[in-house]
């Protein structure tokens, strides 16, 4: 079977499409013909060696998968060859199978198809825990969503709105900007401008914001962190903009608000069973229409380099998946 092979830390342009030997499955494991997966800011930097997850070489990126149960492991009862799954894998993804833990993979909801599925998991999992479990967001409060128009800023403001709050969608083009109109925020700025905290301060009539979701890091976090509100909770859910920001600890003081982690990852490996109960809910938002992903691109396999590319330059709006006809 073809695999997307990192065979040494570099950008996209260092992987390798390769032939390899078909996957064995072990006790309590699934082979996934794969489908379609998912492409994420995180695996343009787990082929880098920069990302939390520092897999042994040569590994395939992709960290979430939609597909069919090709083979099972000895003793697995859960799931049968053929059944429709979807699953986060945290790499591997980008090969004709892959490798999956049985308790981490969920069946697909009917209806729902493989592209919609590897867009799923991973951006609505990190925004829905960072929402409801570590926001603890509540209808009408106020949410300020950076980087807005990306995966997770979507699934941000389509979950936010879902919960009964208003949103401010942060983007830094006019395109982005109207397309997080179309999905429901209440609100957009404009972060690369000068008079950003102005902005804030207006659309609040300076209370600020109660919650703020960061994927993005650099200079804007501080700006969104000084714009809280009282009692205010400060989301860190990733750096997309390359820079961690040092946050002066005398801000958090001055607010009375906290500054919160999200690691979706860490979470599901934690708590598995919290994580099985947001994934339930999820799948019932989705099958209301309340939630679906945007997937502005697809690529195939032999193009998933260029793929993370364009997402390494932050040029997607939405989703972006791999499709492999198998």
Not at 55 to 81: K, N
């Amino acid at each position: 079977m073809k695999a997307l092979l990192c065979k040494q830390f570099g950008g996209p342009e260092s992987l390798q499409l390769e032939e390899i030997a078909p996957l064995v499955p072990k006790a309590g494991q699934i082979v996934v013909a794969v489908k379609a997966a998912g492409v994420n800011f995180p695996d343009t930097l787990i082929i880098q060696g920069k990302y939390q997850i520092k897999p042994e070489l040569p590994f395939s990126p992709g960290s979430e998968v939609a597909g069919v149960v090709a083979r099972v492991g000895p003793g697995v009862t859960e799931f049968s060859v053929g059944d429709r799954v979807v699953v986060p894998i945290g790499y591997g993804g980008f090969a004709e199978e892959a490798i999956a833990d049985v308790e981490r993979t969920l069946p697909m909801p009917e209806g729902m198809g493989f592209d919609e599925a590897s867009a799923f998991l991973l951006t609505y999992g990190t925004s829905y825990h960072a929402l409801k479990d570590r926001a603890q967001l509540a209808a009408g409060e106020t949410v300020l969503i950076l980087g807005a128009a990306g995966g997770v800023g979507l699934a941000a403001i389509q979950l936010a709105k879902a919960m009964g709050a208003i949103v401010f969608a942060a983007a830094s083009t006019e395109e982005k900007r109207q397309l997080c109109l179309d999905e429901g925020a209440d609100h957009v700025l404009d972060y690369t401008r000068d008079d950003f905290r102005d902005q804030i301060k207006a659309l609040t009539e300076g209370r600020g914001v109660d919650v703020v979701y960061d994927p993005v890091g650099a200079e804007t976090s501080e700006i969104a962190l000084r714009s809280m509100a009282w009692n205010g909770r400060f989301l860190v859910v990733g750096f997309a903009a390359g820079d961690i920001p040092r946050i002066p600890l005398n801000l958090p003081l001055l607010k009375g608000c906290a500054i919160v982690g999200v690691f979706w990852g860490a979470f599901c490996r934690k708590e598995p069973v919290r994580n099985a109960e947001n994934m339930k809910a999820l799948f019932a938002l989705y099958e209301k229409g309340a939630i679906r992903p945007i997937i502005c691109a697809a690529y195939p396999l032999n193009r998933a380099a260029e793929a993370l590319e364009f997402v390494a330059a932050r040029g997607a709006l939405g989703k972006v998946v791999i499709t492999i006809d198998n």
